[in-house]
C-alpha cells in the first residue's frame, strides 16, 4: 500500500461531535475511553504487581529461615490461613499455595495487564492517530470481566482450604485432586481472564487494522504498534486452547469427569473414584500451547517500549526497522510451535523432542535480531540517560542473559539435567522480572507526562532504577548457581532436608552443600530490599500527580510518534483534527530539518 | 459482500436455497451411510467427515460469503488454520511418540 | 473525532469495524474448538480397544436437531437479504423462524440431556452389567453411606414411587434395559441398541456400582456434554443477540438502516459458525 493522503477519505463522520459532559461514574469508572480503560488496567495489575511479590517475600523468608515464624504479617496469615500457617510459620501447603497464586499473579494479572492491555490500551489509538478503540464497549466489558476475574483469584485466598496449590500451571491430576475449592475458583478466575484478553485481542487487531490515520501505513507503524499487533494475535488463538482446557479441567473438578484421569489413579494407597480414561498429558499439551506463547506476550510489548524509548533518547533512527518488524511476526508465528521444548522429561520421544529443540532454536534467531538491533541502535547516538532510558538500557543486558541462559533448556539433553531447578527460576525471571518488567516500568516513566501533564521524579527514578538493578541481581544470579547445583525448586524448606545426604556406597556428599543452601539468606536479603525500594516508586508515581515537574509542551522528549502531538492529557476523541502522516516514526536527526526530531505528521 | 444490487440479491437467494437443499441432502446421506453399516470403521470415518467437511464449506463459503472475501479475512482465518492443525497434529504425534520400552499409552497409563 | 468506518468499509482493507471484530473473534472460537476436537481425537484414539461407546445417543433426535440448525442458517441470510431488498416486514417474519429454531434445537437438547441423566449402569457384584432407564426407582432416596457403598454417580432425576418415604433404606432398584457380561458387549456398535430391553430389579446387596451416563460416566460422555454443552451455550448467546437485533434493536432501521444491516449480518456470521460446529459435532459425537 502506498501512502495517500488522498484516501482519508474517512467516512461515517456523524455530526454529532459535541461531547456530553460524563458523570462521575461515567467519566472514571464505567469509562469507554480507552485512555481511562488503560489507566484502570495500569493501576490494577500494578498493585497485583506487588501483591505478588509480597506473596513470594514470605516465601523466601520460609526459605531462608525454614520453620520461624514471617515476621510482620506471621499473625495475619495465621488468622487467614488458621492451621496452615500456625504460629505465623509457613506450612508446605502454604508455601505451595503462596508459590501457585504468586505465578499466576505475576503473569496473568500483572505483567500481561499492564504490558499489553495498559500500555496497548493508552498508547495504541494514540499512535496510529484514532480517537479511540474500534470497540469502546467491549474495550470497557474487557476490563470489567478482567477485575472480575482478579477478584475471583483474590477471593480464593479466603475460602476454606485456601487459592489452588497446583502451581501456576495446574497439572492434572494433582491440581484436580487437592482436596479443596481454590482450584475451582483459580479455573473460573482464568475463564474470566481469558475471555478478557480476547475481546481485549479482538479489539487491538481491529483497531490497528482499521483505525490508522490517513497516511499511517504498515510500514510507518511504529514498532511497538507491530509488537502489540503480534501480541494481540498471540492472545486471540493461543489463549483459546487453554480456555478449551479451563473448562475440561472445571469438569473434572466439578462433575467428576475425567479427561486429564488416567486410568487405575492411585493416590495415597486408595484408588480414585472416577471413570478414567483420561490423559495427563493432555493438559501439559493445552496448557502449554498458550503457555509459551505467553511467554512472548509477557516479553513484546516491554520489547516494543523499550525500542520507542531508545529512539528518542538516542536522537537517531531505529536500526534495522524492518528486520525489527520482519522478526516481531516471525517469533509471534513460530511461537506456536515451540510449546512442548517445556515436557521433555514427560518421556516424549526422541522425534517429536527433536522436532521442538528445532523449533525452538529456530526462534532464537528473530528474538537475537531484535536484541541485536536495539544495541544497534545505541551506536553513535548522542544519549540522554534519564530515568525511562536507564531503565529501557538495563532492559537490553538483563534480557540478554534471561534469553541466553535459555538455551541450554531448550536443547533436551540439557534441559534433563537441568529441568524443574532453580536454574529455570533464575532463567525466566531474567527474562520477565529485570527483562519485562524494567521495560514496563521505563513505559511508566515515559509515558507518565503525557497521561498526567507531569514528570515523575527524576531523582528518584534514578535512585529506584539503580538499587532494583542491583537487587535484582543478587536476587536472581545465585539462583544460576543453586540450579546448577541440582537445587530443586519445589522444596518448601529451600533445600535443608537434602543437605548433606550421603551416598551409602562411598560415603560422600551428594545432596545440596551448606554453601549452596547459605546462598538463600542474601537472596531473601535482596528480595526484601528490592521490595523496599519498590516504595520508592509507589511514592514518587502518586506524589508525582499533583507535586511533579509540570511538562512545558505536549511534547516533553521531542519524539516523533504521535502520541505526543496531542494535547496533554489527550482529551475523550484524542485528536482536535485527524492528523495525517506523512513519514516514518523514527524520524530523529534528520540532515537539513529543522529541529533534530520530525514528528509523523508534519508534511514534507 | 457481493450483492448490492437487487438483481444481485434475488440471484444470491437462489444461490442459498440451492446450498440448504445440499446441505439437507448431505445430512440424509451421512445418516444413511451410518445406518447401512460400510465395511469399515476407517471407511465411516472418512466418509462421515468427508461430508462434514463439504457442508462445512458450503456454509463458511457460501452462507458467510467467504467465497468472495476480503484478502485481510483470509489472512487471519489462514494463520488460524494453520495454528489449529499444528496443535492437532502436533499433540497427537507427541503423544504417540514414546520410546519403545516404555509401556507408555496415550492415556498416560504406566 | 468519531470512529471511523463503523458503516462504511475502509477503503484499503475494504471492510466495516464490525466485520473485522467478528471475524477475529470467529478465528479465536475455531482455536476454542478445535482445541476441545483434538481432545476428542486423542480420548477416543487412546482409548483402549472396545471401551469407547457407540450409539448411546438418540440418531433420529440428533439428525432433527442438524436439520433445525440448518433451517436456522439458511433463514438468518434469508432474513438479510430482505433487508437488503429493504424489506423489513419479511425480514422480522425469516428472522422469527431463526429464533424459533433456537428454541426447537434448546428444546430438543435438553430432552437428550433429560435422557442420559435417567439412562443407568449397573455393574452387580457377578461381574454382570445391566444397562437401562431407572424405573420406579427408589435408589435416590438412599442415605449417603449407601451411595457411597455403590459408587453411586447420578442426579435425582427419577421419581420415587408416589408417597415413599424421604428416608428410606434402599431394597433393589428397577433398570429397563439389557444385560451384558462386558463393557465391551454394551460398547460394542453393532449389538448396543439391537439387544432387547426389559425390566431387570436388583436387589441392593447385589449392586457394586450404579451411575448415570451423566458426564462423570466415561470420557466419551464427558466430552459429549463438555462440546454440546458449549455449543448450547454458543446458541443461546447467538440466540440473544440475533433477538435483541431483531426486537428492542430494531428501532435502528429507522435511525440509520445501514448500520442495522451491517448488525443483522455481524450476527448471522456468528449464527452460521454455530451451525458450522454443529455439522461437525453430529457426525462426530452421534454417528462414529
Known sequence: MQPTAKEAHHGDAHAHAHHEELGFWRKYIFSTDHKIIGIQYGITSLAFLFFGFCLMMAMRWQLAKPGTPIPLIGGMLQSIF??????????????????????????????????????????????????????????????????????????????????????????????????????????????????????????????????????????????????????????????????????????????????????????????????????????????????????????L?????????????????????????????????????????????????????????TTTMIISIPSVIILTCLFMSLWGGSIRFNTPMLFALAFLPMFGIGGLTGLPLGFNFSDIALHDSYYVIAHFHYVVAPGSIFGLLAGVYYWYPKATGRFMSETWGKVHFWLSLLFMNLIFQPMFAQGLAGMSRRMYDGGATYAGVLDPATGDVVGLTKQMIGLNTPITHAAIALGAVQLIFIINFFWSIRNGEKVKTDNPWNATTLEWQTPTPPPHGNFASEPTVYRGPYEYSVPGAATDFTPQNQPK | MSATTPDEVHKSVRKYLAVFIALIIGTVITVGAYYVHLPSVAMTIAVALLIASVKAFLVAGFFMHLISEKKMIYGILVATVFFVIGLCFLTIWSMHDFPANMNHSVTGQM | ?????????????????????????????????????????????????????????????????????????????????????????????????????????????????????????????????????????????????????????????????????????????????????????????????????????????????????????????????????LHALHVIGGALVIGYIWGPGAAMWKTDPERYINRVEVSGLFWHFVDLVWIFLFPVLYLL
Open chain 3, 1 to 229: 473525532m468519531d470512529i471511523p468506518y463503523t458503516v462504511h468499509p475502509r477503503a484499503d482493507t475494504g471492510l466495516y469495524n464490525a466485520k473485522v471484530g467478528i471475524w477475529l473473534f470467529l478465528a479465536s472460537e475455531v482455536m476454542l474448538f478445535g482445541a476441545l476436537f483434538s481432545s476428542y481425537i486423542l480420548l477416543r484414539v487412546g482409548a483402549p480397544d472396545g471401551t469407547w461407546p457407540h450409539s448411546v445417543l438418540n440418531i433420529p433426535l440428533g439428525t432433527l436437531n442438524t436439520i433445525v440448525l440448518i433451517s436456522s442458517s439458511i433463514t438468518v441470510v434469508l432474513a438479510w437479504a430482505s433487508l437488503k431488498l429493504n424489506n423489513f416486514a419479511r425480514y422480522r417474519v425469516i428472522q422469527s423462524i431463526t429464533l424459533l429454531c433456537s428454541l426447537i434445537f434448546l428444546v430438543i437438547k435438553s430432552f437428550e440431556y433429560r435422557d442420559k441423566f435417567a439412562h443407568y449402569q449397573v455393574v452387580q457384584k457377578d461381574g454382570k452389567y445391566v444397562d437401562g432407564h431407572l424405573t420406579g426407582s427408589v435408589y435416590l432416596d438412599a442415605d449417603k453411606k449407601t451411595r457411597e457403598e455403590h459408587g453411586f454417580r447420578g442426579l435425582s432425576f427419577t421419581e420415587g414411587p408416589k408417597g415413599a418415604q424421604k428416608k428410606f433404606t434402599l431394597e433393589s432398584v428397577t433398570v429397563n434395559g439389557f444385560e451384558a457380561k462386558s463393557l465391551a458387549e454394551i460398547n460394542n456398535p453393532k449389538v448396543g441398541v439391537h439387544h432387547e430391553h426389559k425390566d431387570f430389579k436388583i436387589a441392593a446387596a447385589q449392586i457394586k456400582k450404579i451411575g448415570n451416563y451423566g458426564p462423570w460416566h466415561n470420557t466419551y460422555m464427558a466430552i459429549y456434554f463438555t462440546l454440546t454443552g
Open chain 1, 301 to 357: 510489548p516491554a520489547m516494543g517500549i523499550v525500542c520507542e524509548i531508545i529512539a528518542a533518547n538516542t536522537r537517531k533512527p531505529i536500526w534495522g526497522y524492518k528486520s525489527l518488524v520482519y522478526s516481531a511476526l516471525a517469533v509471534g508465528f513460530i511461537s506456536f510451535i515451540v510449546w512442548a521444548h517445556h515436557m521433555y522429561v514427560t518421556g516424549m520421544g526422541t522425534k517429536i523432542s527433536t522436532f521442538f529443540q
Open chain 1, 82 to 299: 488458621k492451621d496452615m500457617a500456625s504460629g505465623g510459620i509457613m506450612s508446605a501447603d502454604l508455601y505451595n499455595m503462596f508459590g501457585a497464586m504468586h505465578g499466576t499473579i505475576m503473569v496473568f494479572l500483572a505483567v500481561v495487564p499492564l504490558g499489553f492491555a495498559a500500555f496497548g490500551n493508552y498508547v495504541v489509538p494514540l499512535m496510529i492517530g484514532a480517537p479511540d478503540m474500534t470497540f469502546p464497549r467491549v474495550n470497557m466489558a474487557s476490563y470489567w470481566v478482567f477485575f472480575l476475574g482478579c477478584l475471583v483469584m483474590f477471593v480464593s485466598f479466603f475460602v476454606p482450604g485456601g487459592a489452588a496449590q497446583g502451581g501456576w500451571t495446574s497439572y492434572s491430576p494433582l491440581a484436580t485432586l487437592v482436596p479443596t475449592d481454590g482450584q475451582t475458583y483459580w479455573l473460573i478466575g482464568m475463564v474470566l481472564l481469558i475471555t478478557s484478553s480476547l475481546l481485549g485481542a479482538v479489539n487491538f487487531v481491529a483497531t490497528i487494522i482499521q483505525l490508522r490515520a490517513p497516511g499511517m501505513t504498515w510500514m510507518r507503524l511504529p514498532w511497538f504498534v507491530w509488537v502489540q499487533f503480534v501480541t494481540a494475535f498471540i492472545l486471540l488463538l493461543a489463549f483459546p486452547p487453554l480456555e478449551a482446557a479451563g473448562v475440561m479441567q472445571l469438569m473434572d473438578k466439578v462433575f467428576h469427569t475425567s479427561f486429564f484421569l488416567p486410568s487405575g489413579l492411585v493416590v495415597s494407597g486408595t484408588p480414585v473414584d472416577v471413570s478414567g480414561g483420561g490423559s495427563p498429558l493432555l493438559w501439559q499439551h493445552l496448557f502449554w500451547f498458550l503457555g509459551h506463547p505467553e511467554v512472548y506476550v509477557l516479553i
